[in-house]
């Protein structure tokens, strides 16, 4: 009996560690190591009594707690954080090869937002309102932050 007791109160002691320091906010592996931990302690105390239940409720209870100061303080959890951060944004520099006045030919019909082929490049392009065939050569009139204005070239 007393290797069923150490085994559930061991998984669930593990699996509460693992929900604090590991994955936090799943609450399934925490409640699972709850219920472990809960379920070895009333074993213990309908088997052995209640003295050696309060015994392993106490021990259990003081084994957590230098458990999760441990991990914490051991900083085990840093090996699985995230230490670099992405600054970058998206499409930047893509429209640095462009200026107003450059041509090129529609990739596919615009209305008014398509796509143009600029300089062997595909980019993504918007009319003043006109819809303009696939195949139609085009003008740069404008470039805004990341959006390039195109007029067709009669």
């Given amino acids: 009996m007393w ?3 150490i085994a559930l109160l061991v998984i669930g002691l593990s699996l509460i560690i693992v929900e604090l320091v590991f994955i936090p906010g799943t609450t399934v ?10 379920a070895g302690i009333v074993i ?4 052995f009594g209640a003295d050696v239940g309060f015994y392993i409720l ?20 840093t090996k699985f ?8 944004k998206v499409n930047e520099g893509m429209l640095a090869a462009l200026q107003v006045g450059d041509e090129g030919v529609t990739v596919s019909t615009l209305r008014p937002i398509g796509k143009a082929e600029f300089q062997h490049q595909q980019f ?6 006109d819809y303009v065939e696939s195949g139609i050569r085009v003008r740069i009139t404008q470039i805004l932050s990341h ?7 009669n």
Avoid: C, N
């Fill in 81 to 88: 954080s995230l230490k670099t951060a992405i600054d970058s």
């Fill in 3 to 5: 290797i069923i007791i």
């Fill in 124 to 129: 993504e392009v918007k009319t003043s309102g």
């Fill in 29 to 38: 592996v925490g409640l699972l190591g709850f219920i472990f931990s809960v």
């Fill in 147 to 153: 959006q390039v204005i195109v007029e067709p070239i």
């Fill in 58 to 77: 106490l021990g259990m209870s003081v084994t957590t707690l230098f458990a999760l100061f441990y991990s914490f303080r051991a900083g085990s959890w």
């Fill in 44 to 47: 213990s105390y309908k088997h």
